[in-house]
């Protein structure tokens, strides 16, 4: 078994021990005080009978025994499979605090026939005795659920949910029993409030008609009016804890939806305008972060900026790899800017550039970098490619095809056409971050980028438009006739001639 598993099952035996103590105090309370109508005749007539029948010692036993039973087999039942066991983690609080009413209720149904058989048999008023009855197994559960159900929630996220989940996405089931925080407001009010001061009420009333006395109608009237205070009061705290809450969590679903502009109002001071205030400086800090992002993104190929910024301070460094290197240039760009304004340039360009990046991006490629009319454009790094001299070839007919309708744009607002040389190449590299200590950019580096930048220069020598070398043609692995021979290419820098490859 695991450590983490046997972790789970100490805690649920403790969560347990807390469910019987949480009982146990339930039956004190009630207990150590006198029962409100104890003292007259018939009580005592009652007292004697269960006495002497134990039937309060079999309603007690049952009432503790569910709560125990559902524990064991509720424990059981989820640690079936680890899966089931993480689903329902969370859920433990609910269930292990909710066997105690279900065991209180089953104490007061249990009574339920002694009292018809004390009336039968003794002639005992029961009217007084149900409603005792009912107020202790009431009063009672509700003690035992709250109690437990606050003492395991906190050792659960204090303890076992932070231990088990320790990046939060707790699982849940798509049926939950977990209270919401009204529910536990309402709760706490039951038993701090509601039961205290009908056991006070009820007292000062059975005396009263002990003694003779009238009943007082103020004393009635303070009580009831102490209630709908004490609820008033819970219900106000309950609204000033849980509106900014909800306000948080649908600004939180914004912001998770990219909307960094999300604001939450801040209007106190206390915990909750506190945290009110970081959540805003939060938003503010994601959304300069996403600002950075996209400018980045903008700077350097986006791929680029994803690795950078997921492998960190790993990526501050370089690996050796092969990749495929593409070199495109605009044919006699400098003769043609001459006679061109430098907004008509910069027009030409920005359209160029967008048309033949979305080719190199759809293919798996990165631009590395704009040098003046040039594209250098590199596949298979950072991120690994199954082919990446396949798809630089695929990128570049694709380029072809974009040309075509960059010119007619390009002709249609009085701006020249324009004609290209690609050259691509696939080799070894090293690959990674280079540059000062405060200024850097991720790059390739190696004789295969000279020799796709040659390659791309050769194509004015052959009069074409692509050249491939023989090393991108071979891990092309292209049907025979799509690419055609050219020449056994005198490569400047190399001694060896290499066969370089065009497709019509």
């Given at each position: 078994?695991?450590?983490?598993?046997?972790?789970?099952y100490?805690?649920?035996?403790l969560?347990?021990?807390?469910?019987?103590?949480?009982?146990?105090?339930?039956?004190?309370?009630?207990?150590?005080?006198?029962?409100?109508?104890?003292?007259?005749?018939?009580m005592?007539?009652?007292i004697?009978?269960?006495?002497?029948?134990?039937?309060?010692n079999?309603?007690?036993?049952?009432?503790?025994l569910v709560?125990?039973?559902?524990c064991?087999?509720?424990?059981?039942?989820?640690?079936?499979?680890k899966?089931?066991?993480?689903?329902?983690?969370?859920?433990?609080?609910?269930?292990?605090?909710?066997?105690?009413?279900?065991?209180?209720n089953?104490?007061?149904?249990?009574?339920?026939?002694?009292?018809?058989?004390?009336?039968?048999?003794?002639g005992i008023?029961?009217?007084y005795?149900?409603?005792?009855?009912?107020?202790?197994?009431?009063?009672?559960?509700?003690?035992a659920?709250?109690?437990?159900?606050?003492?395991?929630?906190?050792?659960n996220?204090?303890?076992?949910?932070?231990?088990?989940f320790?990046?939060?996405?707790?699982?849940?089931?798509?049926?939950?029993?977990?209270p919401?925080?009204?529910?536990?407001?309402?709760f706490?009010?039951?038993?701090?409030?509601?039961?205290?001061?009908?056991?006070?009420?009820?007292?000062?009333i059975?005396?009263e008609?002990?003694?003779?006395?009238?009943?007082?109608?103020?004393i009635?009237?303070?009580?009831?009016?102490?209630l709908?205070?004490?609820?008033?009061?819970?219900?106000?705290?309950?609204?000033?804890?849980?509106?900014?809450?909800?306000?948080l969590?649908?600004?939180?679903?914004?912001?998770?939806?990219?909307?960094?502009?999300?604001?939450?109002?801040?209007?106190?001071?206390?915990?909750?305008?506190t945290?009110?205030d970081?959540?805003?400086?939060?938003?503010?800090?994601?959304?300069?972060?996403e600002?950075?992002?996209?400018?980045?993104?903008?700077?350097?190929?986006?791929?680029?900026?994803d690795?950078?910024?997921?492998?960190?301070?790993?990526a501050?460094?370089?690996?050796?790899r092969?990749?495929?290197?593409?070199?495109?240039?605009?044919?006699?760009?400098t003769?043609?800017?001459?006679k061109?304004?430098?907004?008509?340039?910069?027009?030409?360009?920005?359209?160029?550039?967008?048309?033949?990046g979305?080719?190199?991006?759809?293919?798996?490629?990165?631009?590395?970098k704009?040098?003046?009319?040039?594209?250098?454009?590199?596949?298979?790094a950072?991120?690994?490619?199954?082919?990446s001299?396949?798809d630089?070839?695929?990128?570049?007919?694709?380029?072809?095809q974009a040309?075509?309708?960059?010119?007619?744009?390009?002709?249609?607002?009085?701006?020249p056409?324009?004609?290209?040389?690609i050259?691509i190449?696939?080799?070894?590299?090293?690959?990674?971050?280079?540059?000062?200590?405060?200024?850097m950019?991720?790059?390739?580096?190696?004789?295969?980028?000279?020799?796709?930048?040659?390659?791309?220069?050769?194509c004015?020598?052959?009069?074409?438009?692509?050249?491939?070398?023989?090393?991108?043609a071979?891990?092309c692995?292209l049907?025979?006739?799509a690419?055609?021979?050219v020449?056994?290419?005198?490569?400047?820098?190399k001694?060896?001639?290499?066969?370089?490859?065009?497709?019509?």
């Amino acid at each position: 078994m695991q450590k983490e598993e046997k972790f789970i099952y100490r805690m649920v035996r403790l969560y347990g021990l807390i469910v019987i103590l949480s009982n146990v105090i339930a039956v004190l309370i009630p207990t150590l005080v006198a029962t409100p109508l104890s003292d007259t005749e018939n009580m005592q007539n009652w007292i004697n009978f269960i006495s002497r029948k134990n039937a309060s010692n079999y309603a007690i036993i049952a009432a503790f025994l569910v709560p125990t039973l559902v524990c064991i087999v509720y424990s059981h039942k989820i640690s079936k499979s680890k899966e089931k066991m993480m689903k329902n983690i969370a859920e433990i609080p609910s269930v292990y605090s909710l066997s105690s009413v279900i065991g209180w209720n089953l104490y007061y149904f249990i009574e339920i026939p002694f009292v018809i058989y004390a009336k039968i048999q003794l002639g005992i008023k029961i009217k007084y005795i149900i409603i005792s009855s009912w107020a202790f197994a009431v009063f009672s559960g509700m003690t035992a659920y709250t109690i437990s159900y606050i003492l395991i929630e906190i050792l659960n996220r204090m303890v076992l949910l932070p231990k088990v989940f320790p990046e939060g996405h707790i699982q849940k089931n798509g049926f939950s029993f977990r209270p919401i925080f009204k529910h536990l407001m309402l709760f706490s009010y039951m038993v701090s409030s509601v039961f205290p001061v009908i056991l006070l009420l009820t007292t000062i009333i059975t005396e009263e008609i002990q003694f003779g006395k009238k009943i007082s109608s103020g004393i009635i009237f303070i009580s009831i009016l102490l209630l709908i205070l004490a609820f008033i009061i819970t219900k106000g705290l309950t609204k000033i804890i849980i509106s900014p809450m909800n306000k948080l969590t649908l600004a939180a679903d914004r912001i998770k939806e990219g909307n960094y502009k999300t604001r939450v109002g801040v209007v106190t001071a206390d915990e909750l305008g506190t945290l009110a205030d970081s959540f805003n400086d939060m938003a503010d800090s994601l959304a300069e972060k996403e600002f950075m992002r996209d400018t980045f993104g903008k700077i350097v190929d986006p791929e680029v900026r994803d690795y950078l910024l997921h492998e960190g301070e790993k990526a501050l460094g370089g690996e050796t790899r092969e990749v495929t290197v593409l070199f495109c240039d605009i044919r006699s760009f400098t003769a043609m800017s001459e006679k061109m304004s430098a907004e008509d340039v910069v027009s030409l360009l920005n359209r160029y550039f967008t048309a033949l990046g979305q080719c190199i991006t759809v293919h798996h490629g990165i631009i590395n970098k704009y040098i003046g009319d040039a594209i250098m454009a590199i596949f298979g790094a950072p991120v690994s490619s199954e082919n990446s001299a396949l798809d630089a070839y695929k990128a570049a007919i694709d380029m072809r095809q974009a040309l075509v309708h960059v010119n007619k744009d390009l002709t249609a607002v009085g701006l020249p056409e324009v004609h290209f040389g690609i050259g691509i190449h696939t080799g070894p590299v090293f690959a990674g971050t280079i540059g000062a200590e405060n200024r850097m950019e991720y790059t390739v580096i190696g004789d295969t980028v000279n020799t796709a930048s040659r390659l791309e220069s050769l194509c004015k020598t052959y009069k074409v438009d692509l050249l491939l070398s023989q090393a991108a043609a071979q891990k092309c692995k292209l049907t025979e006739g799509a690419l055609t021979f050219v020449d056994d290419a005198q490569i400047r820098g190399k001694t060896e001639p290499m066969k370089v490859f065009t497709v019509e």
